[in-house]
Each structure stands twice: as C-alpha cells, then as structure tokens.
C-alpha cells in the first residue's frame, strides 16, 4: 500500500474529489482526518471508511475561519501526533462576470479558495517541520491559467494558490516539505463540475450537447478529468516517487491548457 501507516489531512471531503480523496488515501493505508462544513456528509464519508477497515477522524470545520481551523487541527493532532500529508482541497465556485460579481462574492471566493489554505497550512505546518518531512498539496485549477468567463475571484483565488505553491516550496523544500498544486480542469462528475456545466449552458450552449460540442475539443484529447484521474495523480504526489516534481504547479487537463 502506498500509504501505509501515514497520516493525512483533506479538506473539503463531505462529497466531490475531497471525498474520495479521502477514500483512496484510506484505501492506501492511511488515516484520513477530513473536514468540511456538513457533520452528517463528513461522518456518512468516514463510516464508509470504516465499514472497508480504514480509519477516519471527522470533524465539522469551515476552513474560511481561523478558530475553526485551530480547533480541527487540534483534534487531529490531539489523536493523532502528527500529519504526514496536507491536501487542501475545500473549494467553492460562484458564477457572475466581472461587474456583476459583488464585494461580498469576491471576497469569499478569496476566502474559500485560497485564505482557507493559507489557514490549514499555517495550522499543519509546524508540526510537519516538527518531523522534517511533510507534504501539502493544493488543489488550484486550470482556471488560474487559462481566461474562463464569469469567474473572476475564483480564478484569482487559484492562482495565488500557485504562487504560495512556489513560495512555500523555496521556503520549506530545504526542511524536509514538499509541496504541490494540481490544477485540474473540469471535473464535471462533482456538484462543483456540474455548476460550472450548468451555467456555460444558461449563459452560451443552450444545451448539454451543444456545451460538450464546444468543450471537449478544447483537450486535444477530446475529453476531461475524471473524478479518478485526479485521485490518482493526488495520491502519486503523496508519495517518494513524487519529490522530484517540488515546487510544481501540475494542470490536469488532458492538454486543455499547454505551456
Ligand atoms: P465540490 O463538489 O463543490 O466539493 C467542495 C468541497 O469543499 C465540499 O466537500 C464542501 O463541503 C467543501 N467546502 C466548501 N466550502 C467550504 C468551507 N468554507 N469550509 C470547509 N469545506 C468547504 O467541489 P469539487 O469539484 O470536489 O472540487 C474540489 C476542489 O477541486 C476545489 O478546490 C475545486 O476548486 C477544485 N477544482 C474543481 C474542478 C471541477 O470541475 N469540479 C475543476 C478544477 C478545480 P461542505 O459544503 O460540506 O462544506
């Protein structure tokens, strides 16, 4: 098992890619600890883990609120001693172009996506430094990349996760941490993926078939990320075999968006 005996933190793990994350990793011998703002989602997650064998600490906390990040990171280290791999994956998309998105919008697509992770981070960290050795992934997207309408805090919130990707790795590289993002593009079997399918629907397509039409050739493969394929490319990154790609910002999208 690639995981055996580690401990991992995923944020963002009531339901979407979080979720099965969460699943994998456990699959993979670690203990999970997730955390999402749904107790009852988060709990259904971890006795699905359980029921498999796997162990899994769940806990309510919304990861935009400092005290909240403290007392779950408490939790966790309080069982457990020690965390091993960070996944910061909480995530949030809301819709509206550039003028109609509000102060309040904006803020809370910074707040979610990309302080949320700043937060956890600052809350895991020491400990990983602590031990020498840690890894933290964050979950940006190709949006940071690549102009999408319609989404202008969120995409902005991604690629700040790139930057603090780059400033953590040549802050912390030396002292035993590697740190990643993974920037995926649609992920269209998630509430998340599903708003987004929606709303290119309302504002251009019309139809699901007209926006598939339109956005699967956007991949020179023709096609976008499962839910799976970025577990697996998130589930590499915790392992050894991933330290040579430190410090790297991986999109994942099947050539969506080349360098
Ligand atoms: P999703 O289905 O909407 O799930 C989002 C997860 O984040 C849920 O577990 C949600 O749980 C949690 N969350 C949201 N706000 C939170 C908060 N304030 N505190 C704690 N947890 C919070 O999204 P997904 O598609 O799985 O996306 C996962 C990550 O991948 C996100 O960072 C997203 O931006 C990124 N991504 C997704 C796509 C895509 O097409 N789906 C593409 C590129 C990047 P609660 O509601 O229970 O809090």
Redesign the pocket.
Known sequence: MLLQDKVAVI?????????AIARRFASEGAAVCI????QA?LDEVAAGIEAQGGVALAKR????DARQVEAFAKTVLDRFGRVDVLVN?????AFGSFLEESDAQWQEMLD??LN?SRLVTRAFLPCMLEAGSGKVVF?S??AAKKGFPNDSGYSVA?AGLMALTRVLAVEYGTKGIDVFAVL?????A????ES?VEDHVKRFAGTRKAFYEWANPLSPKGHHPTVESIVDLVTFLATPAAQVLHGQCLTADYGMTPY
Do not use: E, W
């Open positions: 944020t963002g793990a009531s339901r979407g890619l979080g979720a955390a999402a703002r749904d989602r906390c919304d990861v935009a994956n909480a995530g949030a998309l979610v996506n949320s979950l997207s190709n991604k995926p593009g649609l992920i269209d998630t509430d998340m993926g987004v």
